[in-house]
């Protein structure tokens, strides 16, 4: 099994910063991808960044300038930095992976962890 663990969110004031972390582990061969993506109340969930294994990094409109995505495969982790937090940016963050296993390439998610900006 594949299990991804969420952790860095909390309260902050906007403009300030926040560091999410997620780890996969399990069994798994590589993992193609790892990315965040958010879901306020009442919407859909929504891509914020990605990182593929090859190094290709994607943002949304919303955070480009304002959030970084970083991946350090020797731990299985993923990290998004963000700042310049605004009050839109109040979301469950939810970190996402599609690994690979004996012959095929699975998506798993993590429970999601919450980001709330305050004025």
């Known amino acids: 099994q594949v299990q991804l663990v969420e952790s860095g969110g909390g309260l902050v004031q906007a403009g300030g910063s926040l560091r999410l972390s997620c780890a996969a582990s399990?069994?798994?061969?590589?993992?193609?991808?790892m990315g965040w993506y958010r879901q306020a109340p009442g919407k859909q969930r929504e891509l914020v960044a990605t990182f593929t294994r090859g190094g290709i990094t994607n943002y949304a409109d919303s955070v480009k300038g304002r959030f970084t995505i970083s991946r350090d495969n020797a731990k299985n982790t993923v990290y998004l930095q963000m700042n310049s937090l605004k009050l839109e940016d109040t979301d469950v963050y939810y970190c996402?992976?599609?690994?690979?296993?004996?012959?095929?390439?699975?998506?798993?998610w993590g429970q999601g962890t919450q980001v709330t900006v305050s004025s």
């Open positions: 996402q992976s599609q690994v690979v296993r004996i012959g095929v390439a699975l998506d798993y």
């Open positions: 399990g069994s798994f061969l590589s993992i193609n991808v």
